[in-house]
């Protein structure tokens, strides 16, 4: 299994990296990662944080990171709220946009020009939903209201949970599916799986899907993602799949392993 995991990671230029249940979990940094961060820089290759998990804006995870005590840059992420970005650069040409989600997460979009509000305005003809930590009831109505409108539906991930030190938490698209109950309709997303997001990391850093190992604890996200995308792919146990639960997958990764301390000891 070693020689072999060696073999498959020794071409590799980058590394795309999920954090949450990946390499951390809530507060708690996992006992390999700073290790493993520094192995890939060394051998030469690079990584790029790509995150489902919008709930904080890019500077909020840089800060976040760097508490954890791995150093870490604005360039180092590529996030769900980045690719949600980029396709309303590609695609959106309207009024305003509900954003659905933290201040962090409204912080973003509006340092990216987009112009946003958190009220159900007439003017409002894009909802744009994320991993929202600090929802309300009053969101879930304008929502609902939005939607039935049958306004453009977008949200950065289709996560039913996130994983914390307290268990899993209802994520983004467990509340898509709430909000499909009460009017019918699911969103766009715009994270993983959905190639978009590891393409554009990858354009980003110049190299090709040959080059690149996508690495998560999701099969239904982050190996579909790779997947779509053409990258290598790494599963590990550290977060929400099990072996059971690859077993019962039709999407097989290239290499499960129980966290990323095995991709450390075969790093070249």
């Known amino acids: ?11 590799r230029k980058l590394y795309l990296l999920d954090m949450d249940g990946t390499l951390y979990l809530g507060k708690r940094l996992f006992e390999h990662s700073l290790a493993f961060l520094q192995a890939i820089r060394a051998s030469g290759a690079d990584y790029l944080f790509l995150t489902n998990n919008s709930s904080l804006g890019t500077q909020a995870y840089v ?10 840059r604005l360039e180092d992420f590529f996030t769900s709220t980045d690719a949600a ?3 309303l650069r590609a695609n959106y040409s309207g009024r305003l946009i509900y954003a659905l989600g933290t201040a962090s997460f409204r912080a973003q979009l509006r ?10 305005e007439e003017a409002v003809d894009c909802l744009l939903m994320g991993y929202d930590t ?4 009053q969101k879930l109505i304008d929502a609902t209201r939005l939607i ?17 030190e307290e268990g899993y938490l209802p994520d983004c698209g467990a509340i898509a599916q709430a909000l499909e109950h009460a009017t019918g309709r699911l969103p766009l997303f715009l994270g993983k799986p959905r190639p978009e997001i590891a393409q554009l990391a990858m354009q980003i850093k110049g190299v090709t899907p040959a080059q690149t ?5 999701r099969i239904y996200t982050d190996i579909a993602c790779g997947r779509a995308a053409g990258t290598g792919t790494i599963l590990v146990y550290s ?11 039709d999407l097989k990764p290239d290499f499960a392993l129980g966290g990323i301390g095995e991709i450390l000891a075969a790093l070249p």
Do not use: H
Not at 63 to 72: D, R, Y
Not at 134 to 137: F, S
Not at 148 to 164: E, F, Q
Not at 239 to 249: H, K, Q, R, V
């Open 148 to 164: 039935n409108r049958g306004i453009t539906y977008l949200a950065t991930n289709p996560d039913w949970v996130c994983p914390t």
């Open 85 to 87: 970005c980029a396709w």
């Open 1 to 11: 299994m070693r020689n072999d995991l060696q073999r498959f990671l020794r071409d």
């Open 213 to 217: 190992v996508l690495v998560g604890d």
């Open 63 to 72: 800060e976040k990171l760097q508490a954890l005590g791995i150093p870490a």
């Open 134 to 137: 600090e929802l309300t009831y």
């Open 239 to 249: 977060g929400e799949s099990t072996p059971a639960t690859l077993e019962g997958s």
């Open 111 to 120: 340092s990216a020009g987009f112009p946003i509000t958190q009220r159900y």
